[in-house]
């Protein structure tokens, strides 16, 4: 099974500011990585598919980069309605796995 | 617009059986593989089963194999998780979610059902 990592746990940011989220996978997962955010009390919703392609509405300011075991999601200005979690999830290798999530939130 | 509502969901015993079921619409229900993530209370996703646009290939996480079974039918829009044997483990919020996570990414989520599982 392959394990993702997802660093920080927690980020403690403030309006405005850029936010680098980590996900590194224990092995390598070429570019078959996405990226979902979550809301409290929400489902999950794609923000970025392998590993570099925006999702359908997603804004610019999320761009996903990476490939084999190092991928980062930016959030190049946070805006009020990002404060949440992030898992990052491969598709390289059944089963499919989620990272423990980072969790982004209002400094 | 597309929906996904799940069902189901309530308080049961060890051992016990359930069956979710998730209605789907906004979209061609039979063209797209279908799965379900489920989510322990403050814990991480998991992704669970996932099964083919026609219902001929479905795929499990080793820890429910053997005791749930993915299912579809295209004619009601509708996909169920029967789940038997529950465990403790089991208890989380369960995501119907289209595409395969696979081939497609997992791009649309219904808000969830909860499943406890406790004596």
């Known amino acids: 099974e392959i394990v993702l990592t997802q660093s920080p746990a927690t980020l403690s940011l403030s309006l405005g500011e850029r936010a680098t989220l980590s996900c590194r996978a224990s092995?390598?997962?070429?570019?078959?990585l996405a990226w979902y955010q979550q809301k409290l009390g929400q489902a999950p919703r794609l923000l970025i598919y392998?590993?570099?392609n925006r999702a359908t509405g997603i804004p610019a300011r999320f761009s996903g980069s990476g490939s084999g075991t190092d991928f980062t999601l930016t959030i190049s200005s946070l805006a009020p309605e990002d404060f949440a979690v992030y898992y990052c999830?491969?598709?390289?290798?059944?089963?499919?796995?989620f990272g423990g999530g980072t969790k982004v939130e209002i400094k | 617009e597309v929906q996904l509502v799940e069902s189901g969901g309530g308080l049961i015993q060890p051992w016990d059986s359930l069956r979710l079921s998730c209605a789907a619409s906004g979209f061609t229900f039979s063209t797209y593989f279908m799965s379900w993530v489920r989510q322990a209370p403050g814990k991480g996703l998991e992704w669970v089963a996932n099964i083919k646009e026609d219902g001929s290939d479905k795929y499990y996480v080793d820890s429910v194999e053997g005791r749930f079974t993915i299912s579809r039918d295209n004619a009601k829009n509708s996909v169920y998780l029967h789940m038997n044997s529950l465990r403790v483990e089991d208890t989380a919020v369960y995501y119907c979610?289209?595409?395969?996570?696979?081939?497609?990414?997992?791009?649309?989520w219904g808000q969830g059902t909860m499943v406890t599982v406790s004596s």
């Open positions: 092995q390598s997962v070429s570019s078959y």
């Open positions: 979610v289209r595409g395969s996570g696979w081939y497609d990414p997992f791009d649309m």
């Open positions: 999830q491969q598709r390289s290798k059944w089963p499919l796995t």
């Open positions: 392998d590993a570099s």
